[in-house]
């Protein structure tokens, strides 16, 4: 497949606990994105890279948020001690070329939907 | 922080009707794009704008980039039941890293 996945599709956990949310871009595109996108609500946009590089931070909700990307490919976005309130659907985007041009089209994954009981 | 407005909120439409929503923001954005996001699924691109002032169409849809560049809007012409969804304006302000969607306009099109 040519499209950017993610997984897991659905993820269902206890407050408190650790999750890692898998993304893997089309190949060859230098810029992912991660997004939030609480139910009803727009998407809000919490991290991009250009490259390995993440050149601004600020739109993590808190330090229990964290991403990183290898290889300029795949990215885990993980969010540590879960809280209700980061109950959503967490969309992975990916473009050619990113900040340089943020015309470019963002091809989104179908998202994670997390849960937190 | 930054917020895009979007207006209005939802739409009920007949089918073949045209519709017009729009899209302000705090800032100066320089690129405005619009996607649209069908249930369950992540948002799809329509139409991008460049520079203030600039009308694009794609089909029945065409966007405009206001001169202040500070809004946008977004016309559909002769609704199709295809056209249900989500629509989001979005884009990078002039400054900083990151990238912003609007609130969204939700589009309901009654056969």
């Known amino acids: 497949g040519a499209g950017v996945s993610q997984s897991p599709s659905n993820k269902v956990t206890e407050k408190g606990k650790d999750v890692e949310l898998r993304c893997d871009p089309i190949?060859?595109?230098?810029?992912l994105y991660w997004y939030r996108q609480r139910l009803g609500q727009g998407l809000e946009f919490l991290i991009y890279?250009?490259?390995?590089?993440?050149?601004?931070k600020s739109g993590l909700p808190s330090d229990r948020f964290s991403a990183e990307r290898t290889g300029e490919s795949v990215s885990t976005l993980t969010i540590q001690r879960t809280q209700q309130e980061d109950s959503a659907v967490y969309l992975c985007?990916?473009?050619?070329?990113?900040?340089?041009?943020?015309?470019?089209?963002?091809?989104f994954g179908p998202g994670t939907r997390l849960t937190v009981l | 922080g930054q917020q895009l407005n979007q207006s209005p909120q939802s739409m009920f439409i007949q089918e073949g009707e045209d519709v017009s929503m729009n899209c302000t923001s705090s800032?100066?954005?320089?690129?405005w794009l619009w996607y649209k996001q069908d249930p369950g699924e992540g948002p799809v691109l329509l139409i991008a704008?460049?520079?203030?002032?600039e009308l694009t169409s794609n089909g029945r849809l065409t966007a405009q980039f206001g001169i202040t560049r500070k809004d946008s809007f977004l016309n559909i012409s002769a609704s199709i039941p295809s056209d249900v969804g989500i629509y989001f304006c979005?884009?990078?302000?002039?400054?900083?890293?990151?990238?912003?969607f609007g609130t969204g306009t939700s589009l309901t099109v009654i056969p």
């Open positions: 800032s100066i954005f320089n690129t």
């Open positions: 890279f250009q490259g390995n590089s993440a050149p601004d």
């Open positions: 985007a990916s473009s050619p070329r990113g900040r340089g041009s943020w015309s470019d089209t963002q091809y």
């Open positions: 979005a884009g990078p302000p002039n400054t900083g890293n990151q990238f912003y």
């Open positions: 190949s060859g595109h230098t810029a």
């Open positions: 704008l460049y520079k203030a002032g």
